[in-house]
């Protein structure tokens, strides 16, 4: 069961960088690495995955280093619209078996100008 | 649908009753998840459907909460005999078969007097 942590809080400056980081020591072979982003009052929402070394969409980057037992979530040019709490999720789906998923405990990324 | 549908949006109970929580998946993704999510907290993993495999109860706090899964389709979690500790946002979740991309219900409300 791999048991994530990260920083309960971070601030920041709109237009800037942001990286949040998630340990999990204990990340099973199968385990993957997703984040979520959560508004007060609304279900979490997919912002990107991965498995090894970078992942990059259109409104994040995810770094997974080859150990795996961290990855950092950056998000380029932040505005004030991304302050919301992000999760750090690792778990696996197999088929014809199931992992216990396992959320990390958030961290509250609070943006201002 | 457009997304993943949850009934009620918020329910009230006395202490000792029993509750039913719905949810309608995105049309075609046959895993569904949910999780619980207490006041400032984070998300808490309950139970998963995967097709017709067994579900993974593991996250099931106590004999008291139980869900099934109709049809392939919608899910009912019910909690037996309330109390005031189970007084949370549930939420559901729904995915492809093979994709680990959640999407997540707007959640209900339970409040246990």
């Known amino acids: 069961l791999a048991k994530t942590t990260q920083p309960i809080s971070m601030d920041s400056y709109e237009g800037q960088e942001v990286n949040i980081t998630c340990s999990h020591n204990n990340i099973a072979t199968n385990d993957y690495i997703t984040w979520y982003q959560q508004f007060p009052s609304q279900g979490p929402r997919f912002i990107i995955q991965?498995?090894?070394t970078k992942v990059t969409n259109e409104v994040a980057s995810l770094f997974i280093p080859a150990d795996r037992k961290s990855s950092t979530l950056s998000l380029p040019r932040v505005s004030l619209s991304d302050t919301a709490v992000y999760y750090c999720l690792v778990g696996a789906i197999n088929t014809g078996t199931a992992s216990k998923l396992t959320f990390g405990t958030g961290t509250r990324l609070q943006v201002t100008l | 649908g457009a997304g993943v549908s949850q009934s009620p949006s918020n329910k009230v109970t006395e202490k000792g009753k029993d509750v039913e929580l719905r949810c309608d998946p995105i049309s075609g993704h046959t895993a569904l998840y949910w999780y619980r999510q207490s006041l400032g907290q984070g998300l808490e993993f309950l139970i998963y459907?995967?097709?017709?495999?067994?579900?993974?109860k593991s996250g099931l706090p106590s004999d008291r909460f139980s869900a099934e899964r109709t049809g392939g389709s919608v899910s009912t979690l019910t909690i037996q005999r309330t109390q005031q500790e189970d007084s949370a946002v549930y939420l559901c979740?729904?995915?492809?078969?093979?994709?680990?991309?959640?999407?997540f219900g707007p959640g209900t409300r339970l409040t246990v007097l």
């Open positions: 991965g498995y090894k």
């Open positions: 979740a729904s995915s492809l078969l093979g994709y680990n991309e959640q999407f």
């Open positions: 459907f995967q097709g017709n495999s067994a579900p993974d």
